[in-house]
């Protein structure tokens, strides 16, 4: 079946440390894969995607993402987390489906506790 | 941020009354989806829609129905709310079908 796995529910850091968000997808294909991040209340940001290329993307907030096609994997990282960063991450891989619409399936979330 | 809005924010309801919950957009993205959150679930897709009167079911599209009659309102119903619908409901809306999706700030039901 298809589907997203983040492994950890809960992960806290001490600030300054190093963090790294695992995900991980079972799809035969070449997926489309997004990381998103939600604060407290508030709706979905998009942090980064990848569509094809360069393996290892950039996106906003200091954040990056590598895709690792051998272990089905996107795991999201970030050298220096910052206490605003304390937030929910949601990995969402788009996998296309016999009746030809491409949906967009989300992990369950990984929630992110910074101690000062 | 995408110019998305939804209303209303916040709403408690009683088992078994109406409730439509309204998505407006001002980015004349062609389409829109609904979703529901709740805990361990991430966000599961209710229904989408890809264009005017265009509209089709997700994977949890029971008890839920939806309209679009302009491009910028994309509607959702709860024909005769239950309380497994409390839950957090998020509009998103895309340009093409595999292009990112950009989300509303999301509104809280509660039903009673």
């Known amino acids: 079946a298809q589907s997203v796995t983040q492994p950890d529910i809960h992960i806290t850091v001490s600030e300054g440390a190093s963090l790294e968000l695992r995900c991980n997808y079972s799809?035969?294909?070449?997926?489309?894969l997004f990381w998103y991040v939600q604060s407290p209340g508030q709706g979905l940001q998009l942090l980064l995607k990848?569509?094809?290329?360069?393996?290892l993307v950039q996106g906003i907030k200091g954040f990056e993402a590598e895709f690792k096609r051998s272990q089905s994997s996107f795991n999201l990282r970030k050298p220096s987390v910052h206490w605003s960063d304390a937030a929910e991450y949601f990995c969402?891989?788009?996998?296309?489906?016999?009746?030809?619409?491409?949906?967009?399936?989300f992990g369950a979330g990984t929630r992110l506790a910074v101690h000062p | 941020d995408a110019g998305i809005t939804q209303s209303p924010r916040h709403k408690v309801t009683e088992t078994g009354t109406p409730v439509t919950l309204r998505c407006h957009q001002t980015?004349?993205?062609?389409?829109m989806y609904w979703y529901r959150q709740d805990p361990g679930h991430g966000l599961r897709l209710i229904h989408y829609?890809?264009?005017?009167?265009?509209?089709d079911k997700g994977e949890v599209s029971d008890g839920y129905s939806v309209s679009r009659s302009k491009t910028e309102d994309f509607l959702l119903t709860l024909e005769s709310a239950t309380s497994s619908q409390t839950s957090v409901y998020f509009c998103?809306?895309?340009?093409?079908?595999?292009?990112?999706?950009?989300f509303g700030p999301g509104t809280r039901l509660l039903v009673l």
């Open positions: 980015e004349n993205h062609r389409y």
């Open positions: 829609s890809y264009g005017v009167k265009d509209t």
């Open positions: 799809y035969g294909a070449t997926p489309y």
């Open positions: 990848y569509f094809s290329g360069d393996t």
């Open positions: 998103a809306i895309s340009d093409q079908d595999i292009e990112t999706q950009y």
């Open positions: 969402a891989v788009v996998m296309g489906f016999s009746g030809g619409y491409n949906k967009l399936i």
